[in-house]
């Protein structure tokens, strides 16, 4: 397997842990907090719509960057991709 698709697929997969982390609030540490007096308070129905759309970014394929190549594959995938990996690059 070319060593760039490597990178690429390790980088799409870190990059889909972060979200999912961020997603579940695993993330550690504080956010830093922001001006929100200039916004309106978020519904209840804001915050299900937008946890909803997390989730299927989570368990979809997409493209992030379609020009360069650069696509989404779930979690769950992408996790079992990293392990197959690590297992054969274990064994070289």
Known sequence: MPETFTRAARAVLFGAIGAAMWATGCAGGRQ???????EPPASDVDARQLR???????DSYGWVDRDNGVARIPIDRAMRLMLERDAFDARE
């Open 32 to 38: 830093p907090e922001r001006d929100t007096s200039a």
């Open 52 to 58: 909803e759309q997390e989730l299927q970014m989570l």
